[in-house]
């Protein structure tokens, strides 16, 4: 072995749901919107003029900053945005997760805090869900450096009631308490509210799905003002120019149509709530789901063989291998009503 090795910041990386090459598959493994972004997002994009691309893009991106504040009835200096909320959350562990003492988060959780926090050596503990895979709000009541967790949760969907929220944060306010909402508007209620209330509470959201634009890489967090210029002092300690020019242009557009969004956001609802009637008649067991996938299991089936027999006929959905205790779930997006059909369709002659 090399000297060197011993220097080197060894990492377990964290794994991205597959983006597969094949044609004409039904994608239903990575939580993506199955419809396009709002109009506004492609006249946007034709009006990109080349020559911008010369310089640097804005470094606050503060068009984008300013349309999520007047979206949200915040100030901007309330707003941080980034390269998806994936690069948010990464800066808010670097940011505020400096204690000595561990962050807590859900032991069946999204699976890059871990990584996050082993990466950056953040001493972390899991609390486990219960039964019904939802949080024990009493497990956050003990000493720690910071507490996360995403509502609804993922990879389960469950959905924890405001009041619970606040409860934790009522027991975490000498640490910093980041609510990570990326699918919040399909049909739960956020702890944004909270942000003027505590002065220690971070909300993240994302583009990425209830907007679908995930191929854009636009995230958010807001939160008082005061940590919202801390997490820009570790930004432009890192890299200034986080968010590039089309990103900024294109991501403005898509928060100002506010009927698109509500639109599309009750159509994935709708096929939703439809899709879980189906799946329980053919036998599927879940926890209801506020998100917009469902994480079923069957008594008779093994999850690992349906989710190779559904790639065999084109159909992905996504299967963890760890940690053990959900083995014998499947993740499953909500698509179009055609996809689903055609999933449901499957999934009847299957059993
Ligand atoms: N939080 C949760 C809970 C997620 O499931 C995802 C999607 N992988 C993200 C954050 C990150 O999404 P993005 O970086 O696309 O905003």
Redesign the pocket.
């Known amino acids: 072995m090399s000297k060197w090795e011993k220097n080197v910041r060894k990492v377990v990386p964290y794994t991205?749901?597959e983006q597969p090459k094949i044609k004409n598959i039904i994608k239903l493994n990575?939580?993506e919107n199955p419809y396009p972004p709002a109009p506004g997002v492609l006249d946007a994009l034709k009006k990109i003029d080349i020559d911008s691309l010369k310089l640097y893009p804005d470094p606050s991106a503060q068009n984008l900053v300013d349309a999520l504040a007047e979206f949200y009835g915040l100030r901007s200096n309330q707003v941080f945005v980034g390269?998806?909320?994936?690069?948010?959350?990464a800066m808010l562990f670097l940011t505020f997760f400096n204690s000595e003492k561990p962050i807590l988060f859900p032991d069946i959780?999204?699976s890059?805090y871990d990584v996050w926090a082993d990466m950056l050596r953040i001493p972390y503990e899991v609390q486990p869900l219960d039964e019904n895979l939802h949080m024990k709000k009493e497990d956050y009541y003990k000493e720690n450096g910071g507490v996360i967790f995403?509502n609804p949760?993922?990879?389960t969907g469950v959905l924890q009631e405001l009041s619970d929220i606040e409860d934790i944060v009522k027991h975490n306010q000498d640490v910093i308490v980041i609510i990570?909402e990326?699918?919040i508007d399909f049909g739960g209620k956020s702890a944004l509210s909270l942000i003027e209330k505590y002065d220690n509470v971070v909300i993240?959201?994302?583009?990425?799905?209830s907007r679908s634009m995930?191929g854009m890489?636009?995230?958010y967090a807001m939160a008082n003002e005061k940590l919202i210029k801390y997490l820009n002092d570790v930004k432009y300690s890192f890299n200034s120019y986080t968010m590039n020019t089309t990103a900024i242009a294109l991501g403005v557009p898509a928060v100002k149509d506010r009927e698109y969004f509500e639109k599309t956001v009750r159509k994935v609802i709708t096929t939703r709530e439809r899709v879980k009637k189906e799946l329980k008649e053919l036998g599927f067991v879940f926890e209801d789901s506020m998100s917009n996938f469902l994480f079923v299991t069957h008594k008779e089936l093994s999850m690992e063989k349906l989710f190779m027999d559904l790639r065999k006929e084109g159909i992905i959905v996504r299967h963890f291998d760890k940690p053990e205790r959900i083995r014998e779930y499947l993740r499953i997006t909500i698509g179009t009503d055609e996809q689903m059909d055609t999933l449901i369709g499957f999934l009847k002659q299957y059993l």
């Open positions: 991205p749901g990575t939580n390269v998806g909320s994936d690069d948010v959350l959780t999204y890059f995403p949760n993922a990879p990570d990326a699918y993240v959201q994302t583009f990425s799905k995930a890489r636009i995230g």
